[in-house]
């Protein structure tokens, strides 16, 4: 390939990764977290004070007993066919919500059982919203705005991601056989960090290359639908080609029965062998008709939502209605459309999938820090004559913002997740206040990264994060030593997973923090990852 | 041969410009061709009618990322000028014929 050319997108890569990197950072670390949001949420749900679910033949009773005491929810309540921490009861409602972007769901939550007597119990939920914080951070590149301000930024910082992924491809194809397969460590620390960044960029380039297209579409699906509308099929038209997807309910008598939880469960295996029904969704169209959705599974295929596929079912016959989402059952439109879902939210294959997703998240993470880190080498100033040279300002801001950034956010995330079990306690436990508790941390470390220069600070917050970490067990840990204090376990394993997972993650950054301190005593002292470049920060300074 | 002007990063500005703002337009005249002439034409339902939109993404994509291979500004505004005209002008037809 042409020198000129490769020189010319070797300028393209380092612009478009200096300006998108650290929200990437962000963006990819939390995305990784999110992987286990529904086990985050569930360990994050203080336990309800609630009897334990009835037999599914008793539901129907229980059911007929919410409508009785509570009117409004005759045509909205959800019957859960597999309670967990988060959602520790068979019948649950939501008041209404209004149609609207908010960033976090509402907190409004009932749940309701029957005591030992057969008495109606029910109990307002206190849903952890900590896990939804993650997702945000995730989807807005760790930005604290609106919705319709945060997601022309993070579009635009998608498609300089995908810039600086086919740059990155060509930069690499020349040398691509002569460095694959190699790491160079040694004296020249540059070509080692290189080395890292193209073995990893090179081998997730087809998750990247999907998580690039699926993020462009994320943030600009809203106006390229307005723009079609307008030039591709003339705006009159469009009622009519997405009235295609309203569900046609037949017309049933007013007083005409809805089927119950278990007859559904009937006549969905006997619709759809292997799918399992999961939640039921009753509740009431705009047009005025009573409707039934049915979320669930269906291991065989993969489905559109975060964790279920979902399909409209007739309430009083059960028969299937639209299986646009239905796992196995959609025309190949909804099917291709659906498979881009499924490999950006890594819904298929499982738990093993999940957790590859997760390593792929935090080594994209790398990706982006290892490009910073290449930036500052290859702008790195030699000592001569045994002088020290002193770095380059500009050198010294991006060291100090690439460690206070990435490590703030790590640090921040864990400190919120482990806030999630403490704050109910103190009546805090809202979405808004687990963001504040997240960029107070994280810009506490951005400052203390420009305060202590990048070395230090490299090492010190390396720390922080593994405390942070370390707090997430901890929590735990308090709970299992003191069963009568304001914390607790839920005692399942997915729960003690997320402990066990913090503590060997809070390990491993105590392991890093040690090399990074060796490094500020051993590494050479013309870098900014010396100690000794820094200087005191001084009034004068 | 004769002497070949070589690439430069100098020139990003308009081309980078040409490239995101012409790739649009030329995103979404592509993916309405293949919303008219694609197979089932505007039958293909409500899941047509979103991967219609998600297929601009991968199209968006390659041309902000090739619009560099342009010598100039000029030329990339030019050329991506054309190609839109070439796909609207096509689009504009198979509107007024099958519309």
Known sequence: MRTDIVKMYKDVHTWVGIISGLALFIAFYAGAITMFETQLERWASPPADISAPPALEDVDSLIAKVHEAYPETRDNFQVQFYPAPDRPAMVTWQPPRPRSREMFSNTDFYAASLDANGELEVVTLERSQMAQLIDVLHQQVGLPFEHEVAMPIMGTIALMYAVALVSGVIILVPSLIKDLFILRRGKNLKRMWLDAHNVLGIFSLPFHIIMAITAVIFAFHDQIYDTQYEVVYGPERVPELWEVGEVPYPKHADDAQRLTPSEVVARMSEQAPGFTPMVLNYRKSRAGDKTLLVEGMDTRYIVRGPVTGMVYIDPVTGDLLRTDYMPGMQDGWHQTVISFFALHFGTYGGMSVRWAYFFLGLAGAFLFYSGNLLWIESRRKKSRRGKDAVQRKDVRILGALTVGVSLGSIAGISVTIAAAKWLPVMGLATGPVHMAVYYAVFLACVAWAFLRGAALAGKELMYVCALATFLIPFTSAVALLWPTGPVWNHGSLETLMVDLTALLVALCFITIARRAAKRIEAGPTDSIWSAGDVPTPTPAE | ?99
């Open chain 2, 1 to 99: 041969m004769s002497k070949q002007t070589l690439y430069t990063s100098k020139n990003w500005l308009g081309k980078t410009a040409a490239g995101v703002i012409l790739g649009f337009g030329l995103a979404i005249a592509l993916s309405g061709l293949f919303a008219w002439l694609g197979p089932m034409g505007l039958e293909g339902g409500s899941g047509k009618l979103q991967l219609t939109m998600w297929i601009t993404a991968p199209i968006w994509i390659t041309v902000i990322s090739t619009c560099f291979l342009f010598k100039t500004g000029l030329r990339a505004w030019a050329w991506l000028g054309a190609a839109n005209i070439i796909a609207f002008a096509g689009l504009y037809l198979a509107r007024t014929m099958l519309g």
